[in-house]
Each structure stands twice: as structure tokens, then as C-alpha cells.
């Protein structure tokens, strides 16, 4: 089992920076891809990021392509998502997730075995 906590959401005004954290525990020998998706309300799930654990390969939405950057740090068990340049849709809870079966990107949530809690991100105009 691996348990999946988020860190680093917040309120920020539009054109300003965040980075969230996900850690990985107690281990991610199984993991083969951590992705980020976000809900904003009264909207779907949503696809934003991933990457593959083993080469870091990463896939990111049209909506966030630029601007966004999804990183690891294999030591620390954690993937990050940098966010810059942040716009008011991009308002919603951030949620990390792990896939332990397959080495394709999914974008879709269905693909992805655990999930985190949720962190809130809010960008005031």
C-alpha cells in the first residue's frame, strides 16, 4: 500500500508561483508513474501532469504545458509540481496519484491506483 500527501497549495494572486509536493510512502518500488490532476468545483477531474518514475519522462495538459513542471526526486520519495505564471482557472484542489501497473501515461483517473488527500489552490485576479 502507498499513502500519497500533498503539501504546498495556497492563495495567490494571477501571474504568481507555487510548488506542490506529493510524498510517496513507505516505498515506491512499485510505482511506475505519479501524475497530478485537479478539481475545480462543479467540474470534473482533470488531467494537469505526470511522470514516469523510472526515467522521468513527463506528459503535461494543453492548459498547462509552459507553465507547469512536474519533477522527482527519487531520495526523497516525492514528486513536484512547479506552477507558474498561475491563472485564475487554474483555482481548484490539486490531487497527486500513483499507477503501480503500467508504464503508459494515463490521463485519464481510472489509471491510477493511489491517491492523496487533495490540496487547495486558489489564484485570486
Known amino acids: 500500500q502507498v499513502r500519497l500527501v500533498e503539501s504546498g497549495g495556497g492563495l495567490v494572486q494571477a501571474g504568481d508561483s507555487l510548488r506542490l509536493s506529493c510524498a510517496a510512502s513507505p516505498r515506491t518500488l512499485s510505482i511506475t508513474v505519479m501524475g497530478w490532476f485537479r478539481q475545480a468545483p462543479g467540474k470534473e477531474r482533470e488531467f494537469v501532469a505526470a511522470i514516469r518514475w523510472s526515467g522521468g519522462s513527463t506528459y503535461y495538459a494543453d492548459s498547462v504545458k509552459g507553465r507547469f513542471t512536474i519533477s522527482r526526486d527519487n531520495a526523497k520519495n516525492t514528486v513536484y509540481l512547479q506552477m507558474n505564471s498561475l491563472k485564475p482557472e487554474d483555482t481548484a484542489v490539486y490531487y497527486c496519484?500513483?499507477?503501480?501497473?503500467?508504464?503508459?501515461?494515463?490521463?485519464?483517473?481510472?489509471?491510477?491506483?493511489?491517491w492523496g488527500q487533495g490540496t487547495q489552490v486558489t489564484v485570486s485576479s
Open positions: 496519484a500513483a499507477d503501480k501497473s503500467s508504464f503508459t501515461i494515463a490521463t485519464m483517473s481510472h489509471g491510477y491506483d493511489y
